[in-house]
């Protein structure tokens, strides 16, 4: 079983940054794949970012590659989601999840585990 939290969503200016921390318990960190998630009410869970086991593979959403960047620190069983240059569009509630494949999956039904979300809003 692993219990997922995430923080660091808030308001932030168009152009601006965040960063979201996942906070994982357990002892087994080291064995999930990491996705980020995002969804717009009425609409389906959208895959962000995801990075695997060791942390040396990432993956990310056309929308944001080259403005959001995935990490995973297994000492500190985190991971973070560093957005910058946000848009209106980045407007949501985003979510973490952790599955233990060897690779990283992009959709929401093959991750096992899911925090409660952190909302981030981007004004114009």
């Known amino acids: 079983q692993v219990q997922l939290v995430e923080s660091g969503g808030g308001l932030v200016q168009a152009g601006g940054s965040l960063r979201l921390s996942c906070a994982a318990s357990?002892?087994?960190?080291?064995?999930?794949?990491m996705g980020w998630f995002r969804q717009v009410p009425g609409k389906e869970r959208e895959f962000v970012a995801g990075?695997?086991?060791?942390?040396?593979?990432?993956y990310y959403a056309d929308s944001v590659k080259g403005r959001f960047t995935i990490s995973k620190d297994n000492a500190k069983n985190t991971v973070y989601l560093q957005m910058n240059s946000l848009k209106p569009e980045d407007t949501t509630v985003y979510y973490c999840a952790a599955d233990p494949s060897f690779g990283v999956p992009r959709v929401p039904r093959a991750y096992d585990y899911w925090g409660q979300g952190t909302q981030v809003t981007v004004s114009s």
């Open positions: 990075i695997n086991r060791s942390g040396g593979s990432t």
């Open positions: 357990g002892r087994t960190f080291s064995s999930y794949a």
